[in-house]
């Protein structure tokens, strides 16, 4: 339920994640001109108004329409955590399903929001916390816009990452709708090269993707070699590493959009010369880069963070090899970010 909603409300719409089509659709069943629907955009995504009665150039009667049969969908996060470094963990409610998080990561020149498309997640990782904890739905696009608009930071926002709880492409519609609002100049009109959606490979929703969308692509690899890559992913099984990157391989990524890999560093697991050596192999061929990302152990995790020497010799094998790879910087980890362990608590 949105902050200024009754419990009336909970079976209306919320405007908010609604794509200039679908206010355009809503207007004409409601009988408003087209161009209301351009004003109800505005509205939500210019504005960010959080009411119905703030849209005054909406005649009195649309807004009594509206407000019969819509909600704006503004939720406040009910729990903030502040990390010694500045970065901070949002709690957001969803509905009856549960909580998701939302992680605001400051940095000199700029400021990353990581955001969650699902409540839990059905891909299972093993290294993952949210991916224990099952699934328990979707989030709406609305759901999803609501994470950026409702923090305190959003003017100060640079980045937008869907690397948050759930896979985005196991909820495709809505982030497609999500980009759409960030990128349309109906919408924030922010450049695609703002924002990084991530998958674990969901080969026919990852092509969807790519053809229909114009931002970033990162996908989780992790191990390089199959066996041991479906040891800590399932995902494996259905759609194994090979055959994913085959079919990025039938695109071009030497143009603005940037396509990279995330491969999380586990202590003698996958951090050695020979898995370096594989991860080459497998991306012969791609034009991409590579993010090392230091684990970070939680409670009941068999895995442990690899140590910084052989983060930084796989790092230079890499880079020897052709390719760009960066290691990204551990932040809020006095927080647990990025993990799921407070919406994890938190579950209902
Ligand atoms: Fe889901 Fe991502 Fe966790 Fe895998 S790592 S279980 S895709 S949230």
Redesign the pocket.
């Known amino acids: 339920m949105g902050l200024l909603d009754t419990p009336a409300d909970i079976m209306k719409t919320d405007l908010l994640g609604m794509t200039l089509p679908q206010l355009q659709q809503l207007a004409s069943d409601e009988g408003f001109p087209r161009f209301a629907a351009k004003q109800m955009c505005d509205w939500l995504y210019k504005h960010r108004t959080d009411q119905i009665d703030r849209m005054t150039n909406l005649s009195l009667a649309q807004r009594q329409r509206l407000g019969e049969i819509a909600t704006i969908g503004r939720q406040t996060p009910v729990n903030c955590q502040v990390s010694k470094d500045g970065t901070k963990k949002y709690l957001f409610p969803i509905g009856d399903n549960g909580f998701v998080e939302t992680v605001y990561i400051p940095d000199d020149d700029r400021a990353t929001l990581c955001i ?1 498309c ?1 409540v ?6 093993r ?6 904890q099952g699934f328990h739905g979707n989030l709406t696009a609305g759901q999803i816009v609501n994470q950026i608009f409702s923090i305190p930071e959003f003017d100060s926002l640079t980045n937008i990452v869907f ?5 985005p492409m ?1 909820n495709l519609d809505a982030i497609l709708d999500v980009c759409a609002i960030l990128t349309q100049p109906w919408g924030l009109g922010w450049s695609p090269k703002r924002i990084t959606v ?3 490979g969901l080969i026919p929703q990852m092509k969807r993707y790519i053809d229909e969308c114009q931002c970033h692509l990162a996908v ?1 690899l992790h191990n390089a070699f199959d066996r041991e890559r479906l040891d800590i ?1 399932p ?1 494996q099984k259905a759609y194994p590493i090979r055959s994913v990157l085959d079919t990025l391989r039938q695109y071009d990524w030497s143009g603005q959009r940037r396509l990279s890999f995330e491969y999380t560093m586990f202590r003698g697991l996958n951090d050695d010369i020979a898995h370096a050596a594989q991860l080459v192999e497998a991306l012969q061929g791609l034009d991409c880069r590579v993010n090392l990302i230091r684990f970070h152990t939680s409670p009941g995790s068999p895995y442990q963070t690899a140590s910084p020497s052989s983060i930084e010799q796989f790092q230079r094998f890499l880079n020897n090899h052709g390719i760009t790879c960066t290691l990204r910087a551990s932040r809020g980890q006095d927080i647990d970010a990025a993990c ?1 362990l407070l919406a994890g608590q938190n579950l209902r």
């Open positions: 969650s699902q839990g997640c059905k891909m299972g990782c290294f993952c916390v949210t991916g224990q690397m948050g709880m759930g896979e196991d991530s998958t674990v989780s992913m995902v799921g």
